[in-house]
């Protein structure tokens, strides 16, 4: 595959990302999707749909995120892009083993032992779910920072990563499901602003820089 085919085929997938991510961003204002949800939200297929919506997006950003560095690699702010990237890719990969036991475990503790549920919340399970979003938040600072550096893609970019990494770690103090909902929008606005931009640079190898 060559560089522009690669280029375009990751544009492409951060786009589907971004239509994703934007359609799950509706959910929590239909189901509470949040860490207190009631129990018979639990057991709702909504929720564990929205879980699961969650989980292709995260592939997705692993597929389309790499070429997004690429173009930073040659520029100012290459090596911390690289450990930005690599970071949040960590941080991917911790969510989405976290993301796998809610939809998997979760639904089936709320209906048969939902008494058991909170302390599993409390034990050493806490270390995916925590540590993964504090490597993306690092990890998205990081790589925001890089593309404000490298000047390839626009400022806003940079700037609108480094605030959806802010938003991401913001939904924890919001976890009621009102609140959690809101606060889940503002950080796929963001987030889709910026992926949008780079998929659709990258997709139609435009030169974005500006």
Do not use: H
């Amino acid at each position: 595959m060559s560089t522009a085919s690669l280029y375009r085929f990751s544009g492409i997938i951060l786009l589907l990302s971004v239509g994703l991510n934007l359609i799950a961003s509706i959910w929590p204002f239909l189901v509470d999707t949040s860490l207190n949800a009631p129990m018979s939200e639990l057991q709702s297929p909504q929720w564990a749909t929205f879980y699961s919506l969650c989980f292709i997006i995260f592939m997705l950003l692993l597929i389309g995120l790499p070429a997004m560095y690429l173009r930073l690699s040659g520029e100012r702010g290459g090596k911390m892009g690289l450990i930005g990237l690599f970071l949040y890719i960590v941080g991917i990969f911790l969510k989405m083993a976290t993301i796998a036991f809610f939809v998997s475990v979760i639904p089936l503790l709320a209906k048969q032992a939902p008494e058991v549920i909170a302390p599993i919340y409390d034990s050493n399970f806490a270390i995916f779910p925590l540590g993964g979003m504090l490597l993306c938040l690092i990890g998205f600072i990081l790589l925001g920072s890089a593309v404000i550096r490298a000047k390839v893609y626009p400022r806003f970019v940079g700037v609108l990563i480094i605030v959806s990494a802010l938003l991401d770690v913001a939904q924890v103090a919001f976890q009621d499901g009102r609140s959690f909902a809101i606060v889940n929008l503002l950080f796929a606005i963001s987030i889709s602003l910026a992926l949008g931009s780079v998929g659709k640079s990258l997709a139609t190898g435009q030169k974005s820089a500006g």
